[in-house]
Every structure is written in structure tokens, then in C-alpha cells.
């Protein structure tokens, strides 16, 4: 037929090349009879399949089956030394680096504290933390095939700026991204924060097998990850998601949500909100410090305390009605299989929080979407980050057609 590609022994050696690789990566080291099992392939086919994996230096002989009958096969492994990704999840406080190799395994990681760099540009920011990852995993800049960074708010395709995030000066450049690309020798991507928080969530956690679902992130601000048919869904202009502006009842109605740096749902649910519910229903300690700490802290002791009577239970009452309030006007629009609740607020709320979220959002929405708790809780934007840059090295590492 025409506009078909020809089945040639060479794409057809790439794709089994790539099968196997990917049952590597899955399962751990494989024998040849396990790989041809697996694939379907014959054993000399599954035999020079190796050979010729091994010789590319994408795969490695290590050990041997033991404890069963007969002689001891052989195993293999993906070499995890092939190729390498960097990640950066960047926040006013500090930008998180991390270099993971081709299996996905984390190998150096980096912290750099910001508050005191304001004068120091972004591009040196970003090299120096970056440069410090790469020394924690003993590797060049040279063996890093691909970063990612992760920020909060997202970067306008048309302009090259990044939007929704006035508290990261000196990120708002449209010409962050050429002066990156003149510094750093593989290829540079930029993904919202909470878009990645879902890239982990769907490869390695509680929206494995989902292709349709929301991710409610709440942190410093509030924000959301829309998947629709497996993929992210950015938005003209990338800000998608950027719910925290939405407009909601039972908040006032916020104009100009661009200059005011927030909008109705970050009124009603956001970090700012809680310490004011907690005094007004009663609870006597409060806290001090960063609203986002105090509101984590309030949320832990409520969660504590979900089934007795008084101000900690009436507290997760009322933040879970808020919650659910944004959830059903985002659940009315895009009626997703799945809703992963993740970000320090609402883990420190956990699951006594999303059961009041769930039987609240039960009552306000037409569709019932199942509710989870996201399983990838340790710098999950980092590791979304990784498991993004991951993803497109394997591509081009994993191709021996060329």
C-alpha cells in the first residue's frame, strides 16, 4: 500500500532490538532462552540478537542461572553505562539536579541553594547545579545525552517565555533558551513542574495503565497535569492546568488573576487558606513560618485526628470540600478515568483527606473518577524530569537501524 513503510531486514532487526532491550529494562538481566521466550524469536535469532546488542555496547554478560536443572545460562543486562540523562526541578528556594543512567537508576545528585544567588544568571545556575550532579555520578557533561528542566509555571511556545511563574527572576528571558543551548552540549527541554510530577506518576506510579486522568498537585500554589489519550495535554500557550486561577464558589471572584498572582481555587483550597480556617474553626496552635510549612503541619495533626470530634476534623472537612469544589469543575469538563492527589498539602491530609475529597466530589460532580494518593512521593518533579529525559535518550541510544 502506499505511504508504507518496507518490512526490511534492518528495521526489522531494529524493532527486535528494541523489544529486547525494553524486556531488559523490565525485567532485569535475561537469558537467551528467556529472551527469545519472550519475544518470540528462534534461539539463533535471539543468539545474534545479543552478539550484536553486545557488540553496540548496549548490552552486558553478567553472571549466570543457578538452582535450576542442567548447565547455567548465561544472563544478560542492558549496559548502563550506554548513555546517561540529567534532570532539574527548580524552585526560588533551590534548584534539585540529579544524573540517572540508561537503566533509569540514579547515579549523582546535586542541591543548589538559590535564595543568595539572585545576581548570578540562570544559565550559570543551571550549569553549576547541573555540573555538580554530574560529579556526584563520575561522568562528563559530554555523556549526558539529554536535560530536562522542570519549573513552575510553563514556557510560551510563541514567545520563549516562561509564563505563571513571577517569583523565579531572571527565568523569564526569551532568550533562556538559545543562551542554554550555547552552553551545554545535549539537547535542553523545559516541561512545567506538575507536568512532570504526572510523567512519574504514569511510568512508575499510581497512573501506571491510565491514559486519561488528572493530577492535582498543591504546594506553594495550585496546580494541575492533564493527560488525555496518554499524552500531556499543554494548552496553546502552555499554561493548561494552571488551576489555581480557576474561578470556584465559595471564593470571591478574582480579576486581573495574572497580576494578582492567584484566582478563586487557590483562594479556597490553596496554602494561604488553611492557617485562616484553622483559627476560625477553633484550633488553638497554629504555627509559625511559611504558609505551605504551617498549612503541612495543620493537615498532618487533622489527618491525626480524622475521626474525633473538634476543629482538627472540622479542618479537613472544610479543606476537603475545597478541594472538591475545583476537582468537580475540572472532573465536569473532562471526565477523566483517574484523579492522583499528590504535593506536600495534600499528603500530609492523606488518605482521611482524599476520602472526604472522594465522598464530597461523589455528591458535586455528574462523573465519579476514581481518587488516589500518587505513589511517587520523594521529588517526584525530579523524577519526572529523569524518567522524560529518559525516554527520548532511549530512543535515540535504542535505534540501531542507523
Known amino acids: 500500500m502506499a505511504g508504507t513503510t518496507p518490512g526490511t531486514p534492518r528495521v526489522l532487526r531494529a524493532m527486535n532490538d528494541r523489544a529486547a532491550l525494553d524486556l531488559l529494562l523490565e525485567h532485569g538481566p535475561l537469558s537467551r532462552t528467556r529472551i527469545g521466550k519472550l519475544t518470540g524469536l528462534s534461539k539463533p535469532t535471539a543468539s545474534q540478537l545479543l552478539a550484536r546488542l553486545e557488540a553496540a555496547g548496549l548490552v552486558v554478560a553478567t553472571g549466570t542461572t543457578e538452582g535450576r536443572p542442567g548447565p547455567n545460562a548465561q544472563l544478560y543486562a542492558v549496559n548502563a553505562r550506554a548513555a546517561f540523562a540529567a534532570g532539574l526541578d527548580v524552585t526560588p528556594q533551590r534548584i534539585r539536579a540529579a544524573v540517572a543512567d540508561i537503566t533509569g537508576a540514579t547515579v549523582g545528585e546535586f542541591v543548589l541553594r538559590t535564595p543568595g544567588r539572585r545576581t548570578a544568571s540562570v544559565v550559570r545556575q543551571v550549569t553549576d547545579a547541573l555540573d555538580g550532579a554530574v560529579k556526584a555520578a563520575g561522568v562528563t557533561r559530554a555523556e549526558v545525552h539529554r536535560l530536562v528542566i522542570g519549573t513552575p509555571g510553563a514556557f510560551d511556545p510563541s514567545t ?204 458535586l460532580a455528574a462523573t465519579h473518577p476514581r481518587l488516589v494518593i500518587g505513589d511517587v512521593q520523594e521529588h517526584p518533579v525530579l523524577r519526572g524530569a529523569l524518567e522524560s529525559a529518559l525516554a527520548a535518550t532511549r530512543d535515540e541510544v535504542f535505534d540501531t537501524s542507523r
Open 160 to 363: 520563549g517565555r516562561l509564563r505563571y511563574a513571577s517569583h523565579l527572576p531572571g527565568w523569564h528571558s526569551p532568550t533562556l533558551l538559545d543562551e542554554l543551548a550555547a552552553v551545554l552540549p545535549m539537547p535542553v527541554e523545559y516541561e512545567n513542574d506538575v507536568n512532570l510530577v504526572a510523567v512519574a506518576e504514569q511510568r512508575l506510579g499510581a497512573a501506571r495503565g491510565h491514559d486519561d486522568f488528572v493530577l492535582l498537585w498543591n504546594e506553594f500554589g495550585m496546580g494541575a497535569a492533564l493527560v488525555i489519550g496518554g499524552r500531556l495535554h499543554r494548552g496553546f500557550t502552555g499554561g493548561a492546568g494552571e488551576v489555581g486561577f480557576m474561578p470556584v464558589p465559595g471564593a470571591p471572584l478574582v480579576r486581573q488573576v495574572s497580576k494578582a498572582g492567584s484566582g478563586g481555587f487557590q483562594e479556597l483550597a490553596g496554602a494561604q487558606t488553611v492557617p485562616r480556617l484553622a483559627r476560625e474553626l477553633g484550633v488553638e496552635e497554629i504555627g509559625h513560618g511559611p504558609h505551605e510549612e504551617v498549612a503541612t503541619g495543620l493537615l498532618a495533626r487533622a489527618a491525626a485526628a480524622a475521626d474525633e470530634p473538634g476543629p482538627y476534623r472540622a479542618l479537613l472537612d472544610t479543606f476537603g470540600t475545597g478541594l472538591a469544589t475545583g476537582l468537580a469543575s475540572m472532573v465536569a469538563v473532562l471526565d477523566p478515568e483517574l484523579v492522583v492527589l499528590s504535593g506536600p498539602l495534600i499528603l500530609a491530609g492523606g488518605e482521611p483527606l482524599r476520602e472526604r475529597v472522594q465522598a464530597e466530589l461523589a455528591e
